[in-house]
């Protein structure tokens, strides 16, 4: 399969625990985006990164997360201190960033609950 | 925030009828993007038109784009049980790449 991946599919866990997501992108897509969507709601933006430079953060993006992107390949989003309000699904896209045209391709999603 | 509104919420149709989708946004675009999202498959491209464009098909899916309007609309002919799922419109914002979703249209066909 050569789509976007992220892993876990689900992630269950108690308030105040750090979390790590991953996503693998499709091998020759340089972007790298993340979106949070809640449930009932269209995706919101988060970051992305062009090859291994993280270009933009949404003010969603709180002190809690940090995501990184360290060989321009697979990307981690972490998630410190987890709050309920943290629950969401987590999706990860890619795209060939040749223009704003651009297809982006989604991943299946992490879908967190925090307890 | 999400920058778009798509219209109506929810649609229940019959196997076979056309469903029809509304998208509006407040800022100009370069190009408009359709999406749909079931749990089996996540979320798909089904459709992008560019602003200078009026009107774009695919199989059974046509989009229309009003720039004077800022709106656009995503009909599905001849539907399927198959086509139950929630659409999305989405639009790059300014040169970033990053997409900009409506909250989307949940759309039931009943076989």
């Known amino acids: 399969d050569t789509g976007v991946s992220q892993d876990p599919r689900h992630k269950i866990t108690k308030r105040g625990q750090n979390v790590t997501f991953r996503c693998d992108p499709i091998s020759e897509h340089n972007r790298l985006y993340w979106y949070r969507q809640t449930l009932g709601q269209g995706p919101e933006f988060l970051t992305y990164?062009?090859?291994?430079?993280?270009?933009?953060k949404s003010r969603l993006l709180s002190d809690r997360f940090s995501a990184e992107r360290p060989k321009g390949s697979f990307s981690t989003l972490e998630i410190q201190r987890t709050e309920q309000g943290d629950s969401a699904m987590y999706l990860c896209?890619?795209?060939?960033?040749?223009?704003?045209?651009?297809?982006?391709?989604f991943g299946p999603g992490t879908r967190l609950l925090v307890l | 925030s999400q920058q778009g509104e798509e219209d109506p919420q929810a649609l229940s149709i019959q196997e076979g009828e056309n469903a029809t989708m509304n998208c509006s946004y407040k800022t100009s675009i370069n190009n408009l993007q359709w999406y749909r999202q079931n749990s089996g498959r996540g979320l798909v491209h089904l459709i992008l038109i560019r602003s200078n464009e009026r009107e774009k098909h695919s199989g059974r899916l046509r989009v229309t784009l009003d720039t004077s309007k800022k709106s656009s609309s995503l009909l599905i002919t001849a539907s399927r049980a198959a086509d139950t799922a929630s659409y999305f419109c989405a639009r790059v914002y300014n040169q970033g790449g990053k997409l900009i979703f409506g909250q989307g249209t949940e759309l039931s066909v009943k076989p």
């Open positions: 896209a890619s795209g060939d960033g040749t223009s704003v045209v651009e297809t982006q391709y």
């Open positions: 990164f062009q090859n291994e430079a993280q270009l933009e």
